[in-house]
């Protein structure tokens, strides 16, 4: 079903390590090929460190333009604050520097934020005319109450890193929300250095009579010690050619266990060398007391720009989200409290009605149920009122929904296969008409799955596709099956025919475990999104638009039609 599929039928798992297959850097000279999947030594790093989901360090610089002048023998002499909006409450980003006698000031201090696809991020720019006799104070020190309030705008990061040239032009606000002349203007940069990446591919010779020896790439910090940067995939860590590299061969052991077979330390000049000579590099062992047989030889050695998840959507690039519901009788009859269905007569949205929350035309579908025609369907439209799958925005799927839960009956058996099919098909028929559109389908289930094989064909199939899976769990029932599904524990998913997914696509949450936690359910079931997108961009070698090709998106062919 569209794109290409993917012969290798361990589907690049040796490089990962998480399988129980032969490992990258193989007794023997297999080579370990570098790819565009999830890369587990820098998830384990930063889940380690408390750093969830996939996030982009930016640069934040400001100009503001027809200033109101609150000095009498002078001009306004302006600072700029920036927050960002946490729980209610405000959080000081930074400052700028005070310009002073300027009305159109162009600030060279630049904010840092990290920007993170899964949350919203509400930033708040407030301008302050300095008094002259703080004009040798520290900006840090400096307290805001003593100064005259020039105005504040308001946006959320999104709204700036999805414009084509990330940038913005907000209108100024007084204390009161009166709309004021002046403006304030934000650019959001990523720093170029992020982008850079070196891809190689290596074998190693000699080493131990290991089963499954795979390789771990770590950058020597000083304060921090080793942080890993790779398993034998691509390297990709803002590296400089002279920073100290440790290179670790571990042999594989399913419980996490590795039992290390030897190391080196090195730097990416070094590699190159290694790459330039057709020499190997010899491991040695613990703490470096005997020099091993074992070498390590670089048969590809390529530096590249690696395109960023903001640079694929500021360019044109488009999520088109999908949803299914199930309405199997295992989520109760409706009319009981107890039910996960039940339409509670005070407005309170029950377990599935949670999730509504987009405000654009999306296919939507239910399944499990026995419909007016009276047969069980496994893929049927929400919206009865047309002949399309489609809702438009909240108000749609919640009318969509509450119609179709009254001329319904809840029935079985749970299949996911051909929701999954039917949503893979629509990404399939996208490609037609382009490469700028990835599909999210997101499943709301209680999660008791009867075609847990055919569910695993049908997402090794979708993993060559556009498309990223997306389950979240309702009720108190066992979601391990729902959990074999997600491959967050390194091993991917193996098809009836002994093929393996060329990706991780399905991201699951138990609605019940992040309830009330630190994290939305939404945050948790968005943050492996942006990585799961880049892994097919990559994998497919698509790059960003030209800002020339989107200036003319008016040329570009039709929209593809939505499947029926």
């Not at 032969?22 to 000279?29: I, K, L, M, P, S």
């Not at 039910?339 to 296919?363: A, E, V, W």
């Not at 749609?396 to 996911?416: E, N, Q």
Request: with cysteine; charged share 20%; proline share 5%.
């Amino acid at each position: 079903m569209g794109g290409c599929l993917s012969g290798d039928v361990r589907g690049g798992m040796e490089a990962v390590g998480g399988s129980g297959g032969r490992g990258a850097a193989g007794t023997g000279g297999g080579a370990a090929q570098g790819g565009g999947g999830a890369n587990e030594a820098v998830d384990h790093f930063f889940n380690a460190a408390g750093l969830r989901g996939l996030y982009s360090p930016l640069e934040l610089s400001f100009s503001a333009s027809k200033l109101r002048n609150m000095d009498v023998l002078s001009k306004s002499d302006p600072m700029l604050v920036i927050y960002i909006r946490k729980d209610k409450r405000l959080e000081e980003i930074g400052r700028t520097e005070v310009i002073l006698n300027s009305l159109e000031p162009s600030w060279i201090t630049k904010a840092t934020i990290n920007y993170q696809f899964e949350i919203i991020q509400p930033l708040v720019f407030r301008i302050y005319d300095i008094d002259t006799r703080y004009h040798n104070t520290p900006v840090k020190t400096l307290n805001l109450a003593q100064q005259d309030f020039l105005g504040e705008a308001f946006c959320n990061l999104s709204e700036i890193v999805t414009k084509l040239h990330h940038s913005v032009t907000l209108n100024l606000r007084d204390s009161c929300g009166h709309a004021l002349l002046g403006t304030v203007t934000v650019h959001a940069e990523e720093s170029n250095s992020s982008r850079m990446a070196v891809e190689m591919t290596l074998h190693a010779l000699n080493l131990e009579n290991k089963d499954d020896p795979f390789l771990r790439i770590s950058r020597l910090v000083e304060t921090a010690g080793p942080i890993p940067i790779c398993k034998t995939e691509v390297i990709n860590n803002n590296l400089n050619p002279d920073n100290p590299l440790l290179v670790e061969c571990f042999d594989f052991d399913s419980s996490g266990d590795h039992e290390l077979i030897g190391a080196f330390q090195t730097t990416i000049t070094q590699l190159e060398n290694l790459y330039n000579s057709k020499s190997g590099a010899n491991f040695f062992s613990y703490k470096g007391q005997k020099k091993l047989k074992g070498q390590l030889f670089v048969d590809k050695f390529q530096e590249k720009v690696q395109h960023t998840f903001l640079d694929y959507i500021s360019s044109g690039f488009e999520l088109n989200f999908m949803v299914a519901v199930d309405f199997t009788a295992s989520n109760g009859d409706p009319r009981s409290p107890q039910s996960l269905h039940y339409i509670d007569p005070s407005g309170r949205p029950n377990s599935y009605q949670q999730f509504y929350d987009n405000d654009r035309r999306f296919p939507a579908w239910g399944f499990g149920a026995k419909t007016p025609q009276g047969y069980i369907s496994h893929c049927f439209n929400l919206n009865a009122t047309t002949n399309g799958c489609e809702v438009v925005g909240v108000e749609g799927i919640m009318s969509a929904y509450s119609s179709t839960l009254y001329s319904v009956t809840l029935a079985g058996p749970t299949l996911f296969g051909p929701i999954i099919n039917k949503a893979a098909e629509i990404a399939s028929h996208s490609l037609q008409y382009g490469n700028n559109k990835y599909f999210v389908l997101l499943i709301i289930t209680d999660g008791v799955l009867t075609d847990i094989q055919e569910t695993k064909d049908s997402i090794v199939r979708a993993s060559d596709l556009p498309l990223s899976i997306l389950i979240v769990g309702v009720g108190n029932a066992d979601f391990k099956q729902m959990e074999i599904l997600d491959g967050d524990s390194g091993k991917r998913l193996e098809s009836s025919t002994g093929r393996i997914a060329t990706r991780d696509i399905v991201q699951f949450v138990p609605m019940r475990d992040v309830q009330g936690g630190q994290i939305s359910v939404v945050q948790s079931l968005l943050e492996e999104l942006p990585g799961q997108f880049l892994a097919y961009m990559r994998s497919r070698d698509i790059k960003p638009r030209a800002p020339l090709q989107q200036d003319n998106a008016s040329s570009a062919p039709p929209l593809y039609p939505p499947t029926k």
